[in-house]
Structure formats: structure tokens, C-alpha cells
């Protein structure tokens, strides 16, 4: 009687060889677990594919309100954009996906998992990482790391065995979905000067073929999680899908990006993630209402921590815990409604208000209302300044080097 493996199964090129690979190689029974993400629509027709190349049984799990709740929205109220720019959707797919590929394995008695990654991107990582620290003690297989096939060979593999897979030669882009976002690399997009062509997209218009006049979008936040738009009230699952078409319909959300890869090159990615511009766009306009100066200076840089660790696979250790409490706490009075126009192919933040504002219009306001004591000022600013003089008086400013020489005005010579 064979073992057991459970692969995670995407349904695309690499994983439907691995069902057929594992089996010649390792002499494995074949689970197939597919993790629905907002990655696909038909799930019926992926499970009997997974059959049809020689899986031993398939599985469908539906984890969209998981992903969102648990994975997420706290990333948003984290702020976490990995290098500026990448809002981190395949990044946090892949952690949810790990924990029930181990709960899998051992529900089913199988010694292995195996997922569909190459030796060259970062999901190998945050898979393998991921899996190690909720149960070391299963075998880790991956398959298109260990057999060696270039790209073109694996197609032609998948040909000799019958095995359909929705890739050719002649479009070879590699395509990653759900609902925070949709990742698309190789092919002609692997040439960072080549501009991506329209056929990459999916999720938004050219902003040529947008709306003429502008749109526009309220999102409502409780405690840093988005709950309404323009007033609704929706369950997340439905909001982030909502976003995704509506923002998407005004070319917005569409980023070209050369990124750091964790094992040490560059790559060009394409990423579409409209709902993700958005809310984090509309979180950070918020929290510059709600939270102090020091509180968003901080919290700044806990952002580009709480990224990293998403990207490098480190969502199941004791850092990630530490940084969450923290971010957890700091959106207490994140609740507001942001205003966002859509234009083009831009958003932009229009209008914010909320019942926990730090601005304060009589502190703001030149006009009447005005109830700042400018009197104060000249004590202020003695203090603020007292180290500065104290500094001056003491030890002087050079004023013949440096940038402040430069700046001194030349002599006129008379005539």
C-alpha cells in the first residue's frame, strides 16, 4: 500500500506535472487540496481535473472569509506594503494555505506535503518555513524544485502525458489570484524595459477605456477594518470583492514593481490589487486623523517590519505575535469614513472624517473660530530653540565650510 502526499493544488502547470511526477517518483498516493482564496470560480472543474491526471482524491476548501479576517485585515490595519508597493497578496495566501495543508496531512495519515513552488521565488520559503513550525516532523516535498525542468520542458511534459494545463509557449505568463490581489510574471515581463501589454490584465480597464468623469467611494472603518461602502454594510468577503470590481472599473490598482526576492535577485512583477490600493490608501488617511505624530511614526515603521515578515514567511513565530498586539492596539479609534475619487487610473483621498478626528477646526482655522493662543509662541519657540543658541554662543557655526559657506552671498566688487 502506497504513502500519502498532500499537494497543494492550484490547477495550474507545475502542480497538475506534480500529481503525475510524485506518483512515478516517490510511488505516492496523490491528495489534492485546493484552498480557495478568491483565486477561482469554478472549483468543480479543478477538483476533477485533479482526478483526471491521477489524484487519489480532491479536495475543495472554502477559505475566503479565513483569509480575509484572520490574514488580510490585519495586515491592513498594519499598513503592511512590502517595499511601497506591493500590498503582499500572494504573500499572505500562503501561510493560511500551509496551516491546512498540515491539517490535511494529518487528518489523512499522510507522512508528506509537497506544494508546486520553483527554487527561485519566495513561496518555496514561506511554505517550508510555515509548515516546519506547525509540524517539523512531515516530510516537505517540491517537486518543481527537485526535477529540473525549464519552463518549455514542462509544458512539453504535460503534452506527452495528456495533462491539460491553461499555459503555452506562446503565452507563458505565471498567474497567481485571490482576493487581495493578482500576481502575473514570466514571459515577456520577465524584460523590465518592456511595457506590460493589456492582455496582463484582467482585474482593471486601460485608463483609456475608463469613465470620462470621475467616481466616487466612501469606505466606513471600525477599529482599522473596513465595514461599509458608501454607507452598506457588507460581510468582509463581499467587500473586498465589491472594491475589487468597483475601483478596478477606473484603472486603478495596477503596479509594476522590481522587487527584492527573498533568496537574493530581482525580479519584475505586475500586480493588480484595486481593492488593496484602496483600503490601504483610505486605512493610512484615517489613522493620520485618529492617531498622535509619535503614534504614525512609530507605527510607520512597525509597518515595514510587519511586511517583511509577511514576505519572508515568518507569519508563524513569536515576532509576528508581538508586532499584532501592537497593531491591534494602535487601532482603537481608527473609525471614520475616508472619501476617495477615481480617475483615470488614480485614486486619490478627498475626504475623511471620523468621531475620534485629532484635527480640531478652532485649533486649525486662520479664519474666525480661531481659538489657538498665538501668545504663546514666543515661549515656545525660546524653549524649543534654547539648545540650538546655547550650541551657538558656545562653540559658534562655521560659516567659511560646508553648505552653510556655499550659501553666503558673494561680495560685490566695486567699480
Given at each position: 500500500?502506497?504513502?500519502?502526499?498532500?499537494?497543494?493544488?492550484?490547477?495550474?502547470?507545475?502542480?497538475?506535472?506534480?500529481?503525475?511526477?510524485?506518483?512515478?517518483?516517490?510511488?505516492?498516493?496523490?491528495?489534492?487540496?485546493?484552498?480557495?482564496?478568491?483565486?477561482?470560480?469554478?472549483?468543480?472543474?479543478?477538483?476533477?481535473?485533479?482526478?483526471?491526471?491521477?489524484?487519489?482524491?480532491?479536495?475543495?476548501?472554502?477559505?475566503?472569509?479565513?483569509?480575509?479576517?484572520?490574514?488580510?485585515?490585519?495586515?491592513?490595519?498594519?499598513?503592511?506594503?512590502?517595499?511601497?508597493?506591493?500590498?503582499?497578496?500572494?504573500?499572505?495566501?500562503?501561510?493560511?494555505?500551509?496551516?491546512?495543508?498540515?491539517?490535511?496531512?494529518?487528518?489523512?495519515?499522510?507522512?508528506?506535503?509537497?506544494?508546486?513552488?520553483?527554487?527561485?521565488?519566495?513561496?518555496?520559503?514561506?511554505?517550508?518555513?510555515?509548515?516546519?513550525?506547525?509540524?517539523?516532523?512531515?516530510?516537505?516535498?517540491?517537486?518543481?524544485?527537485?526535477?529540473?525542468?525549464?519552463?518549455?520542458?514542462?509544458?512539453?511534459?504535460?503534452?506527452?502525458?495528456?495533462?491539460?494545463?491553461?499555459?503555452?509557449?506562446?503565452?507563458?505568463?505565471?498567474?497567481?489570484?485571490?482576493?487581495?490581489?493578482?500576481?502575473?510574471?514570466?514571459?515577456?515581463?520577465?524584460?523590465?524595459?518592456?511595457?506590460?501589454?493589456?492582455?496582463?490584465?484582467?482585474?482593471?480597464?486601460?485608463?483609456?477605456?475608463?469613465?470620462?468623469?470621475?467616481?466616487?467611494?466612501?469606505?466606513?472603518?471600525?477599529?482599522?477594518?473596513?465595514?461599509?461602502?458608501d454607507g452598506q454594510k457588507l460581510d468582509s468577503v463581499s467587500l473586498i470583492q465589491r472594491l475589487n470590481e468597483l475601483v478596478g472599473g477606473y484603472g486603478v490598482g495596477r503596479i509594476d514593481h522590481v522587487e527584492n526576492r527573498?533568496?537574493?535577485?530581482?525580479?519584475?512583477?505586475?500586480?493588480?490589487?484595486?481593492?488593496?490600493?484602496?483600503?490601504?490608501?483610505?486605512?493610512?488617511?484615517?489613522?493620520?486623523?485618529?492617531?498622535?505624530?509619535?503614534?504614525?511614526?512609530?507605527?510607520?515603521?512597525?509597518?515595514?517590519?510587519?511586511?517583511?515578515?509577511?514576505?519572508?514567511?515568518?507569519?508563524?513565530?513569536?515576532?509576528?505575535?508581538?508586532?499584532?498586539?501592537?497593531?491591534?492596539?494602535?487601532?482603537?479609534?481608527?473609525?471614520?469614513?475616508?472619501?476617495?475619487?477615481?480617475?483615470?487610473?488614480?485614486?486619490?483621498?478627498?475626504?475623511?472624517?471620523?468621531?475620534?478626528?485629532?484635527?480640531?477646526?478652532?485649533?486649525?482655522?486662520?479664519?474666525?473660530?480661531?481659538?489657538?493662543?498665538?501668545?504663546?509662541?514666543?515661549?515656545?519657540?525660546?524653549?524649543?530653540?534654547?539648545?540650538?543658541?546655547?550650541?551657538?554662543?558656545?562653540?559658534?557655526?562655521?560659516?567659511?565650510?560646508?553648505?552653510?559657506?556655499?550659501?553666503?552671498?558673494?561680495?560685490?566688487?566695486?567699480?
Amino acid at each position: 500500500m502506497s504513502d500519502k502526499v498532500v499537494l497543494a493544488y492550484s490547477g495550474g502547470l507545475d502542480t497538475s506535472v506534480a500529481i503525475k511526477w510524485l506518483s512515478e517518483k516517490y510511488n505516492l498516493d496523490v491528495i489534492a487540496l485546493t484552498v480557495d482564496v478568491g483565486n477561482e470560480r469554478d472549483f468543480s472543474a479543478i477538483k476533477q481535473k485533479a482526478l483526471k491526471v491521477g489524484a487519489v482524491k480532491a479536495l475543495v476548501m472554502d477559505a475566503k472569509e479565513l483569509f480575509v479576517n484572520h490574514f488580510i485585515f490585519p495586515a491592513l490595519q498594519a499598513d503592511a506594503i512590502y517595499e511601497e508597493q506591493y500590498p503582499l497578496a500572494t504573500a499572505l495566501a500562503r501561510p493560511l494555505m500551509a496551516k491546512l495543508l498540515v491539517d490535511t496531512a494529518l487528518e489523512e495519515g499522510a507522512s508528506a506535503v509537497a506544494h508546486g513552488c520553483t527554487g527561485k521565488g519566495n513561496d518555496q520559503v514561506r511554505f517550508e518555513v510555515s509548515i516546519n513550525a506547525l509540524s517539523p516532523r512531515l516530510k516537505i516535498i517540491a517537486p518543481a524544485r527537485e526535477w529540473g525542468m525549464t519552463r518549455e520542458e514542462t509544458i512539453n511534459y504535460a503534452q506527452r502525458y495528456g495533462i491539460p494545463v491553461p499555459v503555452t509557449i506562446a503565452s507563458p505568463y505565471s498567474i497567481d489570484e485571490n482576493l487581495w490581489g493578482r500576481s502575473i510574471e514570466c514571459g515577456v515581463l520577465e524584460d523590465p524595459w518592456a511595457e506590460p501589454p493589456e492582455d496582463a490584465y484582467t482585474w482593471t480597464k486601460s485608463p483609456t477605456e475608463t469613465p470620462d468623469k470621475p467616481g466616487y467611494v466612501e469606505i466606513g472603518f471600525e477599529q482599522g477594518v473596513p465595514v461599509t461602502i458608501d454607507g452598506q454594510k457588507l460581510d468582509s468577503v463581499s467587500l473586498i470583492q465589491r472594491l475589487n470590481e468597483l475601483v478596478g472599473g477606473y484603472g486603478v490598482g495596477r503596479i509594476d514593481h522590481v522587487e527584492n526576492r527573498l533568496v537574493g535577485i530581482k525580479s519584475r512583477e505586475i500586480y493588480e490589487a484595486p481593492a488593496a490600493t484602496a483600503l490601504l490608501q483610505a486605512h493610512q488617511a484615517l489613522e493620520a486623523m485618529t492617531l498622535s505624530k509619535e503614534q504614525l511614526r512609530f507605527k510607520q515603521k512597525v509597518a515595514v517590519e510587519y511586511a517583511d515578515l509577511i514576505y519572508n514567511g515568518l507569519w508563524f513565530t513569536s515576532l509576528h505575535q508581538d508586532l499584532a498586539a501592537y497593531v491591534q492596539s494602535s487601532q482603537r479609534f481608527v473609525t471614520g469614513t475616508i472619501r476617495l475619487k477615481l480617475f483615470k487610473g488614480s485614486s486619490r483621498v478627498v475626504g475623511r472624517k471620523s468621531p475620534f478626528s485629532l484635527y480640531d477646526y478652532g485649533l486649525a482655522t486662520y479664519a474666525k473660530g480661531d481659538v489657538f493662543d498665538q501668545s504663546a509662541s514666543p515661549g515656545f519657540i525660546h524653549i524649543w530653540g534654547l539648545s540650538v543658541r546655547t550650541q551657538a554662543q558656545v562653540q559658534g557655526i562655521a560659516q567659511t565650510e560646508g553648505p552653510l559657506g556655499t550659501m553666503r552671498p558673494k561680495k560685490k566688487r566695486g567699480r
